[in-house]
């Protein structure tokens, strides 16, 4: 009877050990081996940004202008607008035709070319002078005191003069200058001056016309004799 008693407990014990050892894991043991789902982060967006200015062609291109160019701006400037002044001068004093044709011709050439610097300059940024300057303002004095065959012989000579250092200046600019919208004009208005220069030289070579006027001969007066 003891025995039996001993090998019921024994069972009993091996029933338990093996009850405990098949026992399932516990709700708390399950959720403390788990990671937790990562909460989603919130991304915070800025405001847009406030778009930066855009850079005009005007300013930019005032601020990439080399101090050839703008010398070249302003020199162009004051020479076109001497032509079409001393243009309309001879157009008045002059008494050729061939003068007053030629500085008609000027003023009608020179006008558009300096309205084309006008827009050109706006959009670099670069105020033009508004004056001929002080040079070509001494050569609009000097020959506004002239007059006759004088004023057209001076007013030709000048136009030589003028003409060379102008076809001068746009072929360097053309040449050499750094912008190239700068370097267009020159090249484009390049052949007009070119052929104003020699049409003013073909003038003053004739000279004929231009030159100082034939003396008109004069008749000695015949003696009137007495009876």
């Known amino acids: 009877m003891s025995n039996f008693k001993i090998f019921s407990t024994g069972i009993v014990a091996i029933a338990l050990s093996l009850a ?3 026992t399932p894991t516990t709700p708390r043991d399950q959720n403390t081996s788990e990671t937790p789902a990562a909460l989603p982060v919130q991304r915070t967006e800025n405001p847009s940004p406030t778009a930066s200015p855009t850079v005009s ?3 930019s291109g005032q601020n990439r202008l080399s101090s050839s160019d703008r010398q070249f701006i302003t020199e162009a400037a004051q020479g ?3 032509e079409v002044q001393l243009g309309q001068l001879a157009s008045k004093r002059g008494v050729s035709k061939v003068v007053k044709q030629f500085a008609l011709h000027m003023v009608q050439d020179h006008t558009p070319v300096n309205n084309q610097l006008k827009q ?4 670099k940024g670069v105020t033009l ?6 040079k070509n303002q001494q050569v609009k004095q000097r020959l506004s005191k002239l007059s006759g065959r004088n004023f057209d012989r001076q ?3 000048q136009m030589v003069q003028d003409h060379q250092k102008t076809v001068s200046l746009f072929e360097t600019e053309a ?3 750094q912008d190239p919208d700068l370097k267009a004009f020159a090249a484009q208005t390049l052949p007009t001056l070119q052929e104003h220069l020699q049409q003013v030289r073909e003038i003053v070579n004739r000279g004929s016309s ?3 006027p034939t003396p008109t001969p004069t008749t000695t007066p015949t003696p009137i004799s007495t009876p």
């Open 175 to 177: 040449q050499q200058g």
């Open 129 to 134: 002078p508004t004056s001929i300057g002080s």
């Open 57 to 59: 062609p005007t300013a």
């Open 210 to 212: 231009t030159s100082t």
């Open 20 to 22: 405990t050892g098949c």
């Open 155 to 157: 007013y030709l000579n």
């Open 120 to 123: 050109l300059a706006t959009q």
């Open 80 to 82: 076109g607008l001497a």
